[in-house]
């Protein structure tokens, strides 16, 4: 089992409409969690941390759920600059490395 | 300010060649990454520098050699590099090791 598994996608959406990324994670002691975006041929962008609490910026929500360990991503009212692809990333804490999923790719369609 | 700032932007060496990767943050971040991205892949990590001390090879050849100069700081020596290690090589920082990292732009190799 990988350590971080992601729905590669692809995710073709309209604009406007509502969509929900997965992820799950194999190691119960991991301590951080953040969702990155990375377009094509650039580098990965932070696009938010992931609280137990769960976490609210505009337009995405993110949830933990430790108990069976997964992450989500919601974003709404999605524009044609969400398209790029979305990594699910794990800081398993016993080392100073995040574990990286293979990434989901959005495509938002005017 | 978050940024990590990566020359040269392109690099083509060929395979006898001897050149040098640079990252550079100025945001007092005291962890530093090195990270290689093939296409369609995540990124692999290669070296953690902590308190500008090496703490993580992940079994890197030894063609790829590293090296923290001061805490802003970050190289990365290339020698003698085989075609197969043409890729987009990444640098990052964070505050401490469980921190967000931030990413530079990239140095995006290629070995003829």
């Known amino acids: 089992r990988k350590e971080v598994e992601q729905d590669p996608g692809p995710f073709n959406v309209p604009e406007g409409a509502t969509v929900a990324f997965n992820c799950t994670y194999s190691?119960?002691?991991?301590?951080?969690f953040f969702w990155y975006r990375q377009d094509c041929r650039k580098e990965p962008k932070l696009l938010m941390s992931v609280y137990s609490s769960g976490n609210e910026d505009g337009r995405f929500t993110a949830q933990l759920n430790r108990a069976s360990q997964y992450i989500s991503l919601l974003i709404r009212d999605s524009k044609l600059s969400d398209s790029a692809t979305y990594l699910c990333?794990?800081?398993?804490?016993?080392?100073?490395?995040?574990?990286f999923g293979s990434g989901t790719q959005l495509t938002v369609l005017p | 300010d978050t940024e990590v700032t990566q020359t040269p932007k392109h690099l083509v060496m060929g395979m006898t060649n001897k050149k040098s990767l640079k990252c550079e943050q100025h945001m007092g971040h005291r962890a530093m990454y090195w990270y290689k991205q093939k296409a369609k892949k995540p990124p692999e990590l290669m070296f953690v520098?902590?308190?500008?001390?090496?703490?993580i090879n992940e079994s890197v050849p030894s063609r790829f050699s590293p090296e923290c100069p001061n805490s802003s700081l970050l190289n990365l020596h290339l020698h003698a590099l085989q075609p197969e290690d043409s890729a987009l090589y990444l640098c990052?920082?964070?505050?401490?090791?469980?921190?967000?990292?931030?990413f530079g732009p990239g140095t995006r190799l290629t070995v003829t």
């Open positions: 190691n119960s002691a991991s301590q951080s």
């Open positions: 990052a920082s964070s505050l401490e090791g469980l921190d967000e990292q931030y």
């Open positions: 520098y902590s308190y500008e001390k090496l703490s």
């Open positions: 990333v794990v800081h398993s804490g016993s080392a100073r490395q995040l574990t």
